[in-house]
């Protein structure tokens, strides 16, 4: 980076480093429920009553299991019928991403622009690395599938409210559009990895935060390989903040560790296109 560049840097981290720009992740409701489904006592009724506290989680959650995401075949109308339709480890996604919806928005155009294309890129990573856990014979990973690829580039999130935040209180600072993505791209993981450990998320999410983008890949850990197939997959056919058209995924290392299959990929970029008509 220039001289330029360097100075800027410093304030983006001063900023990142700031406890006001702390993002809060869980509602209430959803810290509960994750304290409960480890409880292998905790019944279907439990958890609907954690979930029926909160009015406005209870509708989204009715709204989700009729959605297009979700959706089975009969329309289903009680919070235990979405419980018992979506499973709870499920549900508990479901929260989790209703709640992190809402921070992806911004005032500021060009931040918004990009904002949006993150949250397309995470729904569209947790989705399919999901579906790529259950279709490569690792459905008991599946459901953290969901939540690892919704996280793993959370760092990029919290970079862009730190933009946001110094656009508007420093007016003496100029953003340019390439130093926004130089920057997104060189601090994401350090930062992400930082601000998942700091909202004390599971390890296992951590990893994949930090490690999605290292250069030696781990062949025994079939969650960080699905990850990083989505997140490949995305950038080519351009869900993604660093699209890539160039990329061939069946010649991707992961790919081949995790023995997947041309018509699987060739699946999972049209489950991955279509998730883009399927908001949360």
Known sequence: MEQKSGSLLEVVEKYAASETLNLPIFPGVARELYGKIADENCSIGDIATIIGKDQAMAGQMLKLANS???????????????IMR???????NCLVATSQKDFYVSRDPAISKHLAMLWQHALATAKGTQWLLRKTGYSEAADEGFLAGLFHDIGKLLLLKVFETIKAER?????????????????????????????SIPEIYCEVAKRHH?????NS???????????????KIGISL???????????????????????????????????????
């Open 68 to 82: 297009a995401f979700f959706a089975g075949l009969n329309k289903v109308r009680t919070i235990r019928e979405s």
């Open 86 to 92: 979506l499973g709870v480890r499920q549900v508990y």
């Open 171 to 199: 007016k003496d600072v100029a953003l340019s559009e390439s130093f926004v993505l130089e920057i997104l791209d060189f601090m994401h993981v350090e930062q992400g990895y930082r601000l998942m450990m700091g909202w």
């Open 214 to 218: 290292e250069e030696d890949i781990d």
């Open 221 to 235: 850990d079939p969650l960080l390989l699905a990850v990083r197939i989505v997140d490949r997959v995305c950038a």
């Open 242 to 280: 660093k699209p890539d058209p160039t990329i061939s995924p069946a010649t991707l290392p992961e790919v081949m560790a995790l023995s997947v299959k041309e018509i699987v990929l060739a699946e999972l970029e049209v489950l991955i296109e279509d998730t883009l008509g399927q908001q949360l």
